[in-house]
Every structure is written in C-alpha cells, then in structure tokens.
C-alpha cells in the first residue's frame, strides 16, 4: 500500500514539474514574441526617423509640412494639401463607416436571424479578402463616372475626386470594423443582456445600453484598425482620387500622403527621394498620434465608468 501510495504521490509530483515546465516554456515563448513586436517597432521607427528626418529639416519644417505647392522638378516641397486630403479622406470615411459598421454588427449578433447571418457574415468576410486594387477598379469604374456625371451638372467635370475617394474608403473599411465589432459583442457575458431585460428593458435598450457600452474596447478596436488601413491605403485611392497636389474640396481631385510615394518614387533621386521618406515620416506619426488618441479616449472612458 506504502508503494502504491508513494508511486502515486511521485506521479502527481511528476504531472505538476511538467506542466510548471510547460507554463514556463510558453512563458518565454510569449515574451520572446512581444520583444520581437517591440524591436520591430523600435527598428522602424528609428529607420523612418533617420530616413525622414534628414530631408523635412534639409528643405525646412515649417515650408515642407506648411507649403501648398509640390514640384519636384524645381525642388519644392509642400506637403500641407496632401495632408488635409489624408485628413479630411480618413475622418469622413471612419465617420461614415463607423456607425453603419457597428449597426450592422448588432444586426448580425443579436437581431438578425441564424441563417440570414450565415448568410451576410461570410459576404463581410469576403470583402474583407478582396485586394485593394480591385476596390480601386471598381472604384474607378463604377463611381468615378457616376460622380463625374454629378460634376457636369455643376459644369466642373473633373473624374476622379475627394468625394470618390471616401467612398472606396468607406467601403474597405467596413468589413474590419464589422468584423472586430460583431467579435466584441459577442464577448459580452449574456447575463449582460438577460438583466437588462429582467428590469424591464426592451430588446434593443438591452442592446444599446448594456451590450454595447460593454463591448466598447473591441469596437474602439475595430476604428484604430478600420482608420489605419483608411489612412494607409494607397492603390484604390490611387485609382479614384485624381491625383492633383491642390487643397481638398469635396468634388475636386486631390492627392493623399500614401499615394506620393509610389506615385513618383520611379523616377525620383536625391533631395525628391529624400522628401518621399519625409512624407513616410509624417504618415507614420500621423497613425501613431491616431492609435494614441483613441486608446486615450478609451482609458479615460474606462476610468469614468
């Protein structure tokens, strides 16, 4: 008996150094990852700065990043309507695309009936997997000459223009924002919902006041990468944009940050290539102060609750 009780207490001994062994290797294999994330964001960081930086201070901060013209073949460089056109293009597609995104995803996790969600999910996902140069194609196809149209009853024909652009945006980022908002909701404990329904609340002020607000953090998810694939979208925009360096108005081609850098990195050299790294610098604070701001707001949202 002695030995039987022994060899048992030996091999939950055993069981236990096993899995703290185990625990242990996962641990570092964690670790070993997020020091990876880490340095590759410390390393691209630091390339964009010395890449970038060189050139914003070499043609002069305040006429590059406040400049209105760009020409390359005179060695001006005024990035300042490209930036409004990232700006103004990126908030009115996120402002458009968020709420119909987050509304379709409590369409689909909590109204919408079992097979027609079977049906609409996976149409999300495929959008979600159509490359961007097909975006741009139809994009091209399809609603540059609906608004052009739209122009020449304004007698301003022009094809490809800011308005084109937001709506190409706000297509390609609505699968992501669907997707990462329906995950959220459907994260929410149920009982969430069945005690906002056991005090009397109708169904949708169950949804709206107690599943939401408690799946804010993956929704505000989906917007940080619903607005870094708007900003950081190049061929679409490329495509439906019109491609002029002049301010931004609604029905007027312009120029965003992304679409510069391939669209003459063929045929730069020396100070034109240099202030193409500038604009991959801006860009690259630009998402950064975005990620920032909206995780903030969340915190602080967090902390008020």
């Given at each position: 008996m002695r030995t039987t009780g022994n060899s048992q207490t030996s091999s939950v001994h055993g069981k236990a150094h096993t899995k703290a062994m185990a625990e242990r290797i996962m641990g570092m294999i964690f670790f070993v990852c997020g020091l990876i994330a880490v340095i590759s964001v410390i390393f691209i960081s630091l390339y964009m700065l010395l890449s970038g930086g060189p050139a914003i201070f070499k043609i002069g901060p305040a006429e590059f990043l406040l400049g209105t013209d760009w020409?390359?073949?005179?060695?001006?460089?005024?990035?300042l309507p490209m930036i409004l056109a990232s700006v103004v293009a990126t908030l009115a597609a996120v402002l458009i695309a968020?709420?119909?995104?987050?509304?379709?995803?409590?369409?689909l996790s909590h109204i919408a009936q079992k097979r027609l969600a079977g049906i609409v999910r996976p149409m999300v996902d495929l959008l979600s997997g159509i490359p961007s140069v097909v975006y741009g194609l139809l994009g091209a196809i399809l609603i540059v000459p609906l608004i052009f149209r739209l122009q020449e009853s304004l007698s301003m024909p022009t094809g490809g223009c800011l308005l084109?652009?937001?709506?190409?945006?706000?297509?390609?980022?609505?699968?992501?924002?669907?997707?990462v908002s329906e995950t959220a909701l459907r994260a929410v404990p149920a009982s969430y919902y069945e005690a906002s329904m056991g005090l009397g609340a109708s169904k949708i002020q169950s949804i709206f006041r107690a599943v939401l607000p408690a799946a804010r953090s993956g929704i505000v998810a989906g917007m940080v990468l619903g607005t870094g694939r708007a900003i950081g979208e190049t061929m679409a925009v490329m495509m439906v944009a019109g491609n002029a360096v002049i301010m931004p108005e609604l029905l007027k081609p312009v120029r965003l940050l992304t679409v510069s850098i391939p669209f003459e990195w063929a045929y730069s050299s020396g100070i034109h290539r240099e202030a193409l790294f500038g604009v991959g610098l801006v860009l690259f604070v630009f998402i950064m102060i975005i990620n920032f701001t909206l995780n903030g707001i969340l915190k602080k949202g967090g902390k008020a609750e």
């Open positions: 020409d390359p073949e005179n060695e001006v460089f005024g990035i968020v709420p119909i995104g987050v509304l379709t995803a409590v369409f084109s652009a937001i709506i190409v945006l706000v297509i390609m980022i609505l699968p992501t924002i669907i997707s």
